[in-house]
């Protein structure tokens, strides 16, 4: 079954404080991972993609096929990024069909 | 990037009737939009898949004779929720992707209330 599964509703750190939210999948074959973050009022955006390998405000994320994780990192967060973030998933080639998680709601406290 | 609108941003309407939702392209075209809907504190559920010029494909458990998907040009889909109920009140969102690309783009969303 495809799935993606974000065991944390809700994150809350200190400014400063390292960040991890935890994303991982099921997909029978090789999906793209992505992560889209939702700020406060506005729409979801894409924050990062495995496929790029980049670094998008300070965060990362790496593609682990033997865990079947996409974890997203920040060492050092910062209030600003106090957002809704979802991992989701869509098949090699698909355009645009996305599986969500449910999404982890990330609080940085001053 | 790629801009996605929905209109109207957000709606009320009597139970019974019906409302429509549209979702534009603005700057590229889409062979291809989908439709989520979200519930509060939840996250989004694919709805189906808008096709131009073809039919629409639903996700298990989704009526199509309730909602309603046409896509008759390559930049607007339109999600029509037919004989609203108050369990309809929810959250639909559109997104679509330019072609050769699988990054998603959303629209704003629209909050529907049926009262």
């Known amino acids: 079954a495809q799935r993606v599964t974000q065991p944390e509703k809700l994150l809350s750190v200190f400014k400063g404080a390292p960040v991890e939210l935890k994303c991982n999948y099921s997909?029978?074959?090789?999906?793209?991972l992505f992560w889209y973050v939702q700020y406060s009022r506005q729409r979801l955006q894409l924050l990062l993609r495995?496929?790029s390998r980049e670094s998008i405000k300070g965060f990362t994320a790496d593609l682990n096929k033997g865990e079947t994780s996409f974890h997203l990192k920040k060492p050092f967060a910062q209030e600003e990024d106090s957002a809704m973030y979802y991992c989701?998933?869509?098949?090699?080639?698909?355009?645009?069909?996305?599986?969500f998680g449910k999404g982890t709601k990330l609080s940085v406290k001053p | 990037g790629a801009v996605v609108s929905q209109h109207p941003s957000r709606v009320i309407c009597k139970s019974g009737t019906s409302v429509k939702i549209e979702c534009r392209s603005l700057?590229?075209?889409?062979?291809?939009m989908f439709w989520y809907r979200q519930f509060p504190k939840q996250s989004l559920m694919l709805m189906a898949t808008?096709?131009?010029?073809?039919?629409?494909?639903?996700e298990q458990g989704v009526e199509k004779d309730k909602f309603l998907i046409n896509h008759a040009s390559l930049t607007l889909s339109t999600l029509t929720v037919t004989s609203a109920h108050p369990e309809d009140s929810s959250f639909y969102i559109c997104?679509?992707?330019?072609?050769?690309?699988?990054?998603?783009?959303f629209g704003q969303g629209t909050r529907l209330t049926v009262v």
């Open positions: 997104s679509a992707s330019p072609q050769k690309l699988t990054e998603a783009f």
């Open positions: 997909y029978s074959g090789s999906p793209e």
């Open positions: 495995h496929i």
């Open positions: 989701a998933l869509s098949g090699r080639g698909s355009q645009g069909n996305l599986i």
């Open positions: 700057d590229f075209q889409a062979t291809t």
């Open positions: 808008s096709n131009e010029g073809s039919k629409a494909t639903y």
